[in-house]
């Protein structure tokens, strides 16, 4: 904070010298961050005091909105420096957000190779392998000696978004496996690369969805992943740092629909009040509607809480006890589900779980609240013992609903946090209700 007021201050000042000197010693994030802080002008003048390179790495940090005023104000020759100079995956991205008269102006600063590039990517589905992988990698072919690979790395390499492991293909740019750089570095120059590279290299296809992609990235434990096409052609590369926007991107997203709010791509400061309004009313409607059905149980069974007015008292404890429950086995199982630690099939052994956990959690719930009723609440032993089983019932039931709904959700090809917290509070307190008023019926014979 201190340092961006400090460079806020240069700026003032009209210092440029020493204000290019301090952006040196920042990373692109942070020049980036002190760029939303200040006007369009200002932004624009940091922008223009950075190196090339450093100006289309701090570009791909900024926030849409702020890449857009700034691609409008530049000069024709700058926009075609920075797209030149911009990952294609980063670039890609930002002609997918933008205007069309900023694309035109974007596409119109970039060489005929460049836009080519530039089309191929954005021709794959939203949130695919292809719309995230970047066209800027090298790839060897097998048949190359180390000492040619290694003069290939060096010509392409500065270009390259990463060259840890680099991928190799035939005559036909069939992927046939990677090489680690050091590999390389470490092996015989006369040697081919076939007989260094790896043949067990993990890929995944250009339609593949991006949550696949993620759980790959995951479960092979790698920084870097080759993407292919339906014929297994090696067309691109995805990095780690894209898919860790993915994990953030879609546990935002599971976040927001678990809270009952229809999710945003923008920042939260970026959103107006009726866009958020707009966002959050259709499911405090569904919701609000659907709890009318506890009312209706409530005033079908009016004449039962007219007998025993003390049963009313209880009902909050138990609708609450029963959501929380709901709550607690829905977030485990839409995030095993997430991880890919729970698969739909495993549907009886989830059940058989919570089964068990509920009657463990419900029989230590409604053996304490039996000792609270008749110790402090004043009222039978036979009214104490319709809340208790009505308990143990109610946390058996939402725990068992809690658990499986997500796992119908998967199987239905919907997303699992939609049947998180607001849905099963709603369903479990009709069920509670339910099971409350015929326990007191059928035990207290009202």
């Not at 009886?348 to 609240?369: D, F, H, Q, Y």
């Not at 849905?423 to 479990?428: D, F, N, R």
């Amino acid at each position: 904070m201190e340092m961006k007021e400090r460079l806020q201050g240069l700026i003032e000042k009209n210092q440029l010298g020493m204000l290019r000197m301090r952006l040196e010693a920042l990373h692109a994030p942070d020049v980036a961050e002190l760029m939303e802080a200040c006007t369009r002008e200002r932004a624009l003048l940091v922008f223009r005091l950075l190196p090339k390179e450093r100006a289309a790495e701090t570009f791909a940090y900024l926030p849409p909105e702020r890449q857009q005023a700034l691609i409008d104000a530049m000069r024709a020759g700058e926009v075609r420096q920075v797209m030149e100079h911009l990952a294609s995956d980063d670039a890609a991205d930002f002609l997918e957000e933008a205007p069309a008269g900023v694309v035109k102006k974007a596409l119109d600063g970039a060489d005929r190779e460049r836009r080519a590039q530039l089309a191929a990517l954005l021709r794959y589905p939203e949130n695919s392998a292809g719309s995230l992988m970047t066209a800027d990698f090298v790839e060897l072919h097998d048949r190359l000696t180390v000492g040619q690979a290694l003069d290939c790395v060096r010509k392409r390499g500065p270009r390259a978004e990463n060259a840890d492991v680099l991928y190799t293909i035939d005559n036909t740019r069939h992927l046939t496996g990677a090489v680690r750089l050091i590999d390389l570095v470490c092996a015989e120059q006369i040697h081919r690369v076939s007989d260094v590279r790896d043949a067990r290299v993990v890929s995944v296809g250009t339609q593949v969805d991006q949550e696949e992609v993620a759980a790959a990235f995951r479960r092979y434990d790698v920084a870097q992943m080759p993407v292919v096409d339906s014929e297994g052609r090696l067309v691109g590369m995805i990095t780690v740092d894209d898919v860790l926007d993915v994990i953030e991107r879609e546990d935002t997203e599971d976040m927001e629909i678990m809270a009952a709010i229809t999710p945003q791509e923008k920042p939260y400061l970026s959103i107006g009040p009726l866009q958020l309004a707009k966002s959050r009313i259709i499911w405090l409607l569904v919701l609000m509607i659907s709890a009318t059905i506890s009312g209706r149980i409530i005033s079908a069974f009016e004449q039962v809480l007219q007998s025993a007015v003390m049963l009313t008292a209880f009902i909050p404890m138990l609708m609450d006890t029963g959501g929380n429950c709901g709550s607690q086995a829905s977030v485990m199982v839409t995030r095993g589900l997430a991880l890919g630690e729970i698969l739909p099939k495993d549907a009886l052994r989830v059940l058989w779980k919570e089964l068990r956990v509920s009657l463990i959690v419900g029989a230590a719930l409604a053996a304490v609240n039996f000792a609270r009723i008749l110790l402090f609440e004043g009222v039978g032993a036979q009214v104490a013992l319709v809340v208790s089983l009505s308990l143990l019932a109610t946390v058996i039931c939402a725990k068992c609903a809690g658990a499986l709904l997500p796992l119908l959700a998967k199987q239905c090809r919907l997303d699992p946090a939609v049947m998180a917290s607001p849905l099963i509070t709603t369903l479990v307190d009709t069920a509670s209700l339910l099971v409350y008023f015929c326990f007191a019926k059928a035990m207290l014979g009202l």
